[in-house]
């Protein structure tokens, strides 16, 4: 099916859903200059993120991994939302039952202005005590070295879900939910070999729902998925959008 073809038919099929969940992956905010986590300029280039975005690399050496999400959000925070994002929003306005789950803690979603939004990965946005409930969002630029926590003292870290913990289970109970009752799943700009998200998208499709995948390059679920369209996601997503 050539490219345009392709589109006509995601048009199509979102247009007859019913109930649209989104999975999104770094792949969305590539065109925003953040850096993915596995492609070309991705981040495990500079970083073995994989070292650092785990509780055992934070509590050996908390500098670092301070160091990490500072570089992070310090380059996040000069950062604007690209097409694929306020394309989602559009999508958000045209279909009453729509939700969008993202492995992505960068927020761009929600400044682009989407509202039914699923961080099943946290925020890089929010830091949450390392011994009591305290957690908030916190959008200092860099932070303070080694940040403590208001109400205890003890040391703050980021409230993303690091490599080797529990995401958050409410959350991913809704997402699991989502996905198994959408009649229509997107998926957008993600590598699908980080689980429990990459499972999210085989729900939808073993629940009936047709999946299509929007992503720079096959995936290891690509022939398990209704369509795969290749390509920028900020540039195949509002082609779609518009459509619908
Ligand atoms: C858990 C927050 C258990 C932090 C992140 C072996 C096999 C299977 C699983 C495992 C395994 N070994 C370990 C595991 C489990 C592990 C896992 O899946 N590891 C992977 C690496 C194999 N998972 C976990 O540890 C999870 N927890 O399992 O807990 C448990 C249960 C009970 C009790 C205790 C424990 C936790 C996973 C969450 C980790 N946190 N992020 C932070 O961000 O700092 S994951 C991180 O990867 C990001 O959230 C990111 O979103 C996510 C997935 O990556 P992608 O989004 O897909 O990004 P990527 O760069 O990979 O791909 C981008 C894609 O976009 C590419 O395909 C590219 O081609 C495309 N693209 C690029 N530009 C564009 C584009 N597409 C379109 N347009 C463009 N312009
Ligand atoms: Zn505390």
């Known amino acids: 099916m050539k490219?345009?073809?392709?589109?006509?038919t995601a048009s199509d099929w979102i247009r007859e859903a019913e109930k649209v969940a989104v999975l999104t992956g770094a792949g969305?905010?590539?065109?925003?200059?953040?850096?993915?986590?596995?492609?070309a300029d991705g981040l495990w280039k500079k970083y073995k993120a994989t070292d650092l975005a785990t509780p055992e690399a934070f509590n050996r050496n908390?500098?670092?991994v301070w160091d990490f999400y500072n570089w992070r959000r310090?380059?996040?925070s000069k950062v604007k939302p690209n097409p694929a994002h306020f394309a989602l929003v559009d999508l958000e306005?045209?279909?009453?039952?729509?939700i969008l789950i993202t492995q992505n803690v960068d927020g761009l979603h929600q400044e682009a202005g989407s509202e039914n939004v699923l961080e099943i990965h946290g925020s890089i946005w929010r830091v949450k005590c390392t011994r009591c409930e305290f957690q908030?969002?916190?959008?200092?630029v860099p932070l303070p070295k080694l940040p403590t926590c208001p109400q205890c003292g003890a040391l703050l870290r980021p409230a993303v879900v690091w490599f080797g913990e529990a995401l958050d289970f409410h959350i991913l109970e809704r997402a699991f939910q989502a996905s198994k009752e959408c009649d229509l799943m997107l998926v957008v700009g993600t590598s699908a070999v980080v689980h429990p998200a990459a499972?999210?998208?085989?729900?939808?499709?073993?629940?009936g729902a047709r999946v299509?995948?929007?992503?720079?390059?096959?995936?290891?679920?690509t022939s398990l998925l209704d369509l795969t369209i290749l390509g920028k996601a900020g540039e195949i997503l509002p082609e779609i959008v518009k459509l619908v």
């Open 3 to 8: 490219q345009e073809e392709k589109i006509l």
């Open 28 to 39: 969305v905010s590539a065109e925003s200059g953040v850096p993915t986590f596995r492609g």
């Open 136 to 140: 908030a969002e916190d959008r200092r």
């Open 199 to 207: 499972s999210l998208s085989l729900e939808a499709k073993s629940s």
């Open 74 to 76: 310090e380059l996040i």
């Open 62 to 64: 908390p500098e670092l």
């Open 212 to 221: 299509i995948e929007i992503n720079l390059e096959e995936t290891p679920q």
């Open 93 to 98: 306005r045209k279909k009453s039952d729509f």
